[in-house]
C-alpha cells in the first residue's frame, strides 16, 4: 500500500506566521511520531501519539508547536508565531505499534524555510 | 540521557570496495535496538539494518552488516562492495525496549561518497 505521505513538500513562510504540516500514516499503523532535523544534523524528536492513548509531548521544543491526530489517522504539526530558527525539515514516520521491534517508517518530510 | 555520537562526518569510498562506518552510544539501559538508517538526497529515511542488543549475533542484510560491541557500546555499519546509489547519508539510532515511546534517538550522521 502506499507509504506515509506529507504535505506540504516546501512550506516558506515569513517570521510571526502560523504553519500547518500535515502526515498522513500508513493505514493501519496506530503509532505516529514527528522528528525535526536541522540542516546537517540528526533527526530530534518531538511527539508521538499511540491509538487513544495520551501523546508523548516530551520533545516538543517550546509551547508554539502543538500537534493533533484523529484517531489512528491524520496528523497536524502546528507552529504558532514561526522563528527563523525553526527552519527545518520535519519528519513524520508512523509504525504499527509502539513496541521497539515495529519498524517506524518514514515520509519524506517538509522543509520549512522562515525568512 | 541515551546518546548516539558518528564520529566520522564524511567518508568516502571507492566503487565496488568496503567502507566502515563507525557509530558510539551511552545508555544505562540492557534491553534496546540499534539502527542504521540511510537518508538519500530525497530526504526520505530507509531502515538500513537493526540489531536487538540481547542478540549476541550480527545483524547481516545482504551487502550491510554490523560489528556490536555492546560493552563498548560501538555499533560500526559495514558496507562491502559498495555501489554508486549507496551514495547518502547515514545515520545511527538507538531506542529502549519496552520504556515507553520508543522514540528514535539519532547520531548526527555521515555523509558517506561513493566514488566511481
Known amino acids: 500500500g502506499a507509504g506515509v505521505s506529507q504535505s506540504p513538500s516546501n512550506k516558506v513562510t515569513e517570521k510571526g506566521k502560523d504553519v500547518e504540516l500535515r502526515c498522513d500514516p500508513i493505514?493501519?499503523?496506530?503509532?505516529l511520531y514527528w522528528y525535526r532535523q536541522r540542516l546537517g544534523q540528526g533527526l530530534e524528536f518531538l511527539i508521538y501519539f499511540q491509538g487513544n492513548s495520551a501523546p508523548d509531548k516530551s520533545g516538543l521544543p517550546s509551547d508554539r508547536f502543538s500537534a493533533e491526530r484523529t484517531g489512528e489517522s491524520v496528523s497536524t504539526l502546528t507552529i504558532q508565531r514561526t522563528q527563523q530558527e525553526d527552519s527545518a525539515v520535519y519528519l513524520c514516520a508512523s509504525s504499527a505499534g509502539l513496541a521497539a521491534h515495529n519498524e517506524q517508517f518514514f515520509g519524506p518530510g517538509t522543509r520549512l524555510t522562515v525568512l | 540521557a541515551q546518546t548516539v555520537t558518528q564520529s566520522q562526518p564524511e567518508m568516502s569510498v571507492q566503487e565496488a570496495e568496503t567502507v566502515t562506518l563507525s557509530c558510539t552510544y551511552d545508555t544505562s539501559e540492557s534491553d534496546y535496538y540499534l539502527f542504521w538508517y540511510k537518508q538519500p538526497p530525497s530526504r526520505q529515511m530507509i531502515l538500513v539494518i537493526r540489531?536487538?542488543?540481547?542478540?549476541?549475533q550480527n545483524a547481516t542484510e545482504n551487502r550491510f552488516s554490523v560489528n556490536f560491541q555492546k560493552a563498548a557500546k560501538s555499533f560500526s555499519l559495514k558496507i562491502s562492495d559498495s555501489q554508486l546509489g549507496d551514495a547518502a547519508m547515514y545515520f545511527c539510532a538507538y531506542t529502549p525496549l519496552g520504556g515507553g515511546s520508543e522514540k528514535l534517538v539519532f547520531g548526527k550522521g555521515t555523509k558517506l561518497t561513493v566514488n566511481p
Open positions: 540489531q536487538e542488543a540481547y542478540k549476541q
Open positions: 493505514s493501519g499503523h496506530t503509532a
